[in-house]
């Protein structure tokens, strides 16, 4: 029996991701097309965190006393 050839498709991204690539190689090491500051900037603008959705941003916690 022959096997099936698998299709290399690219996945659909979102358009700033465009061209965006992972791997991992034989080390178990991630290497990617994007910086880490790219990513993450894309997903603190696009993804909500549900940790810090209830956060007010300026305050400050520090209790007197």
């Known amino acids: 029996m022959a096997k099936k050839t698998k299709k290399k498709e690219t996945p659909r991204v979102n358009e700033e991701l465009e061209g965006f690539n992972m791997n991992i190689n034989s ?6 097309s994007f910086s880490i500051d790219k990513i993450n ?25």
């Open 27 to 32: 080390f178990g090491e991630i290497s990617s």
């Open 41 to 65: 900037e894309f997903l603190n603008k696009n993804v909500d965190d549900k940790k810090l959705r209830d956060r007010e941003e300026g305050k400050d916690e520090k209790k007197e006393g």
